[in-house]
């Protein structure tokens, strides 16, 4: 808390912008105690500590769904706008994408993500899944470096 003291101190900001989590605390701890204007972007569902603890006095707070409000008791500064991604040009057709990944067009896709890193529970449980042989679809798994060999 020191150490986001000096450099709230320093840099004397007109406004906050936090992401949630840990490390974003501290800041919009300060910012909230000095009546600096803060905003909350929060990507999750479920919203994280951050944003329930600071919520209420952020300017706004930028929600990815409105499945937040599940959790959350005033949604009147909440604006939901989804999860930004990069641009990104498709000039083939969903046939052309289906073809080229080998499969079926008429036979169930799922997609399985369990973010950048992976996540040892998804993939766990997609794998009970499959030996399970209750699966009759296709799949594409984005498994994370860490399980990919698994």
Same mark, same amino acid.
């Given at each position: 808390?020191?150490?986001? +003291?000096? %450099?709230? /101190?320093?840099?004397?900001?007109?406004?906050? !912008?936090?992401?949630?989590?840990? @490390?974003?605390?501290? #800041?919009?701890?300060?910012?909230?105690?000095?009546?600096?204007?803060?905003?909350?972007?929060?990507?999750?569902?479920?919203?994280?500590?951050?944003?329930?603890?600071?919520?209420?006095?952020?300017?706004?707070?930028?929600?990815?769904? +409105?499945? %937040?409000? /599940?959790?959350?008791?005033?949604?009147?500064? !909440?604006?939901?706008?989804?999860? @930004?991604?990069?641009? #990104?040009?498709?000039?083939?057709?969903?046939?052309?994408?289906?073809?080229?990944?080998?499969?079926?067009?008429?036979?169930?896709?799922?997609?399985?993500?369990?973010?950048?890193?992976?996540?040892?529970?998804?993939?766990?449980?997609?794998?009970?899944?499959?030996?399970?042989?209750?699966?009759?679809?296709?799949?594409?798994?984005?498994?994370?470096?860490?399980?990919?060999?698994?």
């Amino acid at each position: 808390m020191s150490q986001a +003291s000096k %450099i709230f /101190k320093l840099f004397k900001p007109d406004l906050v !912008i936090s992401t949630g989590a840990y @490390p974003s605390f501290h #800041i919009t701890y300060l910012a909230r105690k000095t009546r600096t204007p803060y905003y909350l972007i929060e990507s999750n569902a479920k919203p994280g500590l951050v944003t329930k603890l600071f919520y209420k006095q952020a300017v706004c707070v930028f929600a990815s769904t +409105s499945i %937040i409000n /599940k959790y959350l008791v005033d949604s009147s500064n !909440i604006v939901y706008c989804g999860i @930004p991604t990069r641009p #990104i040009k498709i000039d083939k057709t969903k046939n052309q994408l289906i073809n080229e990944l080998g499969f079926t067009p008429k036979k169930l896709i799922v997609t399985v993500i369990g973010g950048s890193c992976g996540s040892e529970f998804i993939n766990s449980a997609v794998i009970d899944m499959l030996n399970s042989k209750g699966f009759y679809g296709q799949m594409v798994w984005a498994t994370g470096k860490k399980d990919y060999e698994h």
